[in-house]
């Protein structure tokens, strides 16, 4: 077995012991070394954003002082849902590894399948009421920050 998925499989094992949150686990590796590793602690911490893959990224961006992982690897329990998908993107992590698959997950009770259908535009969202307001008054951010020279781009 990967080494470090065998310390993601780990976490998240622990994790359930501890019943901390999900049966999920990551890893992230620099240069051949695990320097962050994470489990589900949506319970644990009352936070609904605190899986296994954001954890590990939040550990990892804070050790290395930097929210650029691009010269990182994610090794993951299962097919990250959309927000960590998303956050791992943010993270700039170029490659990633999973094991069990989204629908693994479906199977024990965790269905990302109506975010999945809701982003990819084959259902209309009918859980989140969305309105948009204020329009001018926020773009008043967006001004600022383009006219900013050193802005640095995300
Ligand atoms: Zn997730």
């Not at 077995?1 to 780990?10: I, L, P, R, S, T």
Request: glycine share 6%; net charge negative.
């Amino acid at each position: 077995m990967n080494e470090f998925m065998k310390k993601a499989v780990e976490e998240a094992l622990e994790g359930i012991r501890n019943k901390e949150g999900g049966p999920f686990g990551a890893a992230i590796v620099k240069d051949g070394v695990i320097i962050a590793v994470g489990n589900n602690k949506v319970i644990a911490t009352n936070d609904p954003t605190a899986h296994a893959e954001i954890v590990a990224i939040r550990r990892a961006t804070e050790i290395l002082g930097r929210f650029d992982l691009s010269d990182c690897e994610i090794y993951t329990t299962c097919e990250p849902c959309p927000m960590c998908y998303s956050a791992i993107h943010w993270a700039k992590i170029p490659v990633m590894y999973y094991g069990a698959t989204r629908k693994d997950a479906e199977d024990i009770g965790f269905s990302d399948k109506y975010l999945y259908d809701v982003l990819s535009g084959e259902i209309e969202d009918t859980r989140l009421e969305s309105n948009q307001i204020d329009v001018e008054e926020c773009l008043e951010a967006f001004r600022l920050y383009d006219e900013d020279e050193d802005k640095t781009l995300y």
